[in-house]
């Protein structure tokens, strides 16, 4: 029954799935076209923290009777493998640090909050140079991730981020993004350190 449930989700949804992968196609066939001399074969290790916010539905519920909600706040472990200039392989897990909490009629009300894994395909759109041997990237990404809920329950979810990093000496990153989770309608905010290896 959850298989069945995960299947119409993501058919409702493959329309936009399709549009993003198709632009990240365009975007790769153009941005490889000069880049042969240039295939970088490092990784990005990093660490961060990520806050989500509630889906829209829920929170025109909460509008309505007057209820509050407390943004969820998780560790992030974040990967990247670079392939090619332009595209790479980010692979991720966000770790909830507490609990989902609402402030419902003057009481606090705890759920569990799930931890996510994710990877997909991120593209990066433009990069140019900043004082002081830095430069400052802008990428965007498609990805998929599995959420881990109660009873052993995988939640797919489509995922579309993107974020702006500052690259010091070519190997240190400081970096902050937003995403958006088209199965479960939830915008997130993340931000991290980390390096290329």
């Known amino acids: 029954m959850q298989l069945h449930k995960i299947i119409s989700q993501y058919l409702k949804q493959k329309e936009c ?3 993003c992968f198709f632009l990240l196609f365009i975007l790769n066939i153009k941005g490889q076209e000069n880049t042969s001399d240039s295939i970088p074969s ?11 916010f ?7 519920k909460l509008k309505k009777d007057l209820n509050l909600i407390v943004p969820t706040n998780s560790m992030l472990f974040f990967a990247e493998f670079r392939p090619f200039k332009k595209i790479k392989i980010p692979v991720f897990f966000n770790l909830p640090t507490e609990s989902k909490q609402f402030i419902e009629n003057g009481i ?5 909050a799930s931890s996510t894994l994710g990877s997909g395909l991120e593209y990066k759109l433009v990069d140019f140079k900043i004082p002081y041997n ?3 990237e802008l990428d965007f990404a498609t990805l998929g991730s599995v959420l881990f809920r109660e009873n052993k329950e ?39 350190t980390g390096y290329i290896f």
């Open 42 to 52: 490092n990784f990005e290790l990093s660490f961060g923290q990520t806050t989500l």
């Open 54 to 60: 509630i889906s829209h539905d829920y929170a025109t």
């Open 108 to 112: 606090l009300v705890s759920q569990r």
């Open 134 to 136: 830095s430069k400052i």
């Open 154 to 192: 995988l939640v797919f979810a489509p995922l579309l981020t993107s974020r702006v990093k500052i690259i010091k000496d070519q190997d240190f990153i400081m970096y902050i993004g937003s995403s958006y989770s088209i199965g479960v309608d939830t915008w997130g905010l993340f931000y991290g």
């Open 17 to 19: 799935i399709s549009f």
